[in-house]
């Protein structure tokens, strides 16, 4: 679960299922480094299982999110999705959330609870009529790679929420890398870790090698 850490940070490699906040994936680090605090400075659906690094001290955690706001820390996702979008593209939607319901909706006008969301992407491989992306945010709305790409006819294999044919399979959404500086140190560091070895994953072996390491 934890892939790197020192005084400051941990970064770790969250399982789906597992929250990302409290009373999730802090408390299990918590357990496992010792660490009496522990402060998320950013965010995972339960579904999306990945790496997340999280603060040790109230330094790290206003050094990350400082890093975040300055848009210094970049966050890389794999994503398998149902048809065949065009090869690369950048997108860009205003969405709305509706907290009740759990979802958010691609809405034409800007309006209260409206943000915008823009993201990048390039397809990796195709199989099956499924296709492999990475995808890198330029935004963090919530379930935001979920929804834009449905919203275009690509939904996510196991994204039941948005549409998918493959209710039964896991959500295939994965982040699959972080850079940023370290909120001490300022030493430029990355992270990456490989895809899980089940389906529709494996459909894509030769874009799964992926190390875990800075």
């Given at each position: 679960m934890i892939v790197y850490q020192d005084a400051y940070i941990v970064v770790c490699r969250k399982p789906a299922g597992v929250l990302s906040e409290e009373g999730g994936m802090p408390e299990l680090l918590k357990a496992s480094t010792g660490a009496e605090e522990i402060f998320c400075v950013h965010r995972l659906d339960r579904e999306t299982a990945g790496l997340m690094v999280y603060a040790r001290t109230k330094q790290a955690a206003a050094g990350l999110s400082a890093a975040i706001a300055a848009r210094s820390f970049r966050k890389e996702y794999r994503a398998v999705v149902q048809g065949e979008p065009p090869e690369s593209g950048e997108l860009e939607d205003l969405l709305y959330r509706?907290?009740?319901?759990?979802?958010?909706?691609?809405?034409?006008?800007?309006?209260?609870?409206?943000?915008?969301?823009?993201?990048?992407?390039?397809?990796?491989?195709?199989?099956?009529g499924l296709s492999l992306l990475r995808v890198e945010l330029e935004t963090g709305r919530s379930h935001q790679i979920r929804v834009q790409f449905a919203s275009r006819g690509f939904p996510l294999v196991g994204d039941g929420k948005y549409g998918s044919a493959y209710r039964d399979a896991p959500l295939a959404l994965f982040a699959s890398a972080l850079a940023f500086p370290h909120p001490v140190t300022g030493e430029a560091l990355r992270f990456e870790a490989a895809t899980p070895e089940v389906w529709p994953?494996?459909?894509?072996?030769?874009?799964?090698?992926q190390k875990t390491e800075p």
């Open positions: 509706d907290m009740q319901k759990n979802k958010s909706y691609v809405v034409r006008r800007m309006r209260r609870g409206v943000r915008e969301a823009r993201l990048r992407y390039e397809t990796l491989d195709r199989s099956d994953w494996t459909l894509f072996p030769g874009n799964t090698d």
